[in-house]
């Protein structure tokens, strides 16, 4: 069954400062890879997706993120912290079977950012 | 352009009531899908559908769990009775077919007493 971990519970980061939330999943065939972020009390809200081709993925906010098979992983990055991005972030593993196969969630990681 | 609707936002009871949640999804989009997330997880699915029929509810606890879509648009999600560990997050998202890009609703926050 395809599993998704995200080894890092809470980040803390300063305003301005680089970030990288980890990523890795656990299947045997080339997944669908996405990323969302949940801000406090609302919805999860897509980052950005990756389903083949070029394995750096550009998002909105800022945010991208790499696709490394031998790694099995599906980082996020963004090289320079706001304090709006103060959320919950999520990594997500589907796969095309038919089209519409449910995405499987990690845990999630909680981004703080001070000042 | 109107988001994925929810209601109640949040609701309290006592184990062993019934509960009921409604979500309209966006205008056009085919798949809808109920998500639960327990507090310190991601979400997980619960059903999801196709316009009105059920694409996939194996991860739905059946005896007290129930959803419907009759009119392929919007949806309900029932609980009874509710039991302790049903204390979530109740997420709907909807999409125009696949699961490219779910566009979730704020979610119902419930707390089973």
């Known amino acids: 069954a395809q599993s998704v971990t995200q080894p890092d519970i809470h980040i803390t980061v300063s305003e301005g400062a680089s970030l990288e939330l980890r990523c890795n999943y656990s299947?045997?065939?080339?997944?669908?890879l996405f990323w969302y972020v949940q801000s406090p009390g609302q919805g999860l809200q897509l980052l950005l997706k990756?389903?083949?081709?070029?394995?750096l993925v550009q998002g909105i906010k800022g945010f991208e993120a790499e696709f490394k098979r031998s790694q099995s992983s599906f980082n996020l990055r963004k090289p320079s912290v706001h304090w709006s991005d103060a959320a919950e972030y999520f990594c997500?593993?589907?796969?095309?079977?038919?089209?519409?196969?449910?995405?499987?969630f990690g845990k999630g990681t909680r981004l703080s950012v001070i000042a | 352009e109107a988001g994925v609707a929810q209601s109640p936002r949040y609701k309290i009871i006592e184990k062993r009531q019934s509960v009921a949640f409604w979500c309209n999804p966006i205008?056009?989009?085919?798949?809808l899908y109920w998500y639960q997330q327990i507090l310190g997880q991601g979400p997980k699915l619960l059903i999801q559908?196709?316009?009105?029929?059920?694409?996939?509810d194996s991860q739905l606890p059946k005896d007290r769990f129930s959803a419907e879509r009759l009119k392929g648009v919007d949806s309900t999600l029932k609980i009874q009775p509710a039991k302790l560990e049903d204390s979530a997050v109740y997420l709907c998202?909807?999409?125009?077919?696949?699961?490219?890009?779910?566009?979730f609703g704020s979610g119902t926050q419930l707390s089973v007493l």
């Open positions: 998202a909807s999409s125009l077919g696949g699961n490219e890009k779910l566009f």
């Open positions: 299947y045997g065939a080339t997944p669908y």
């Open positions: 990756y389903f083949s081709g070029d394995t």
């Open positions: 997500a593993v589907g796969f095309y079977t038919s089209g519409n196969t449910p995405l499987v």
């Open positions: 205008s056009g989009h085919a798949t």
């Open positions: 559908f196709q316009n009105n029929g059920v694409v996939d």
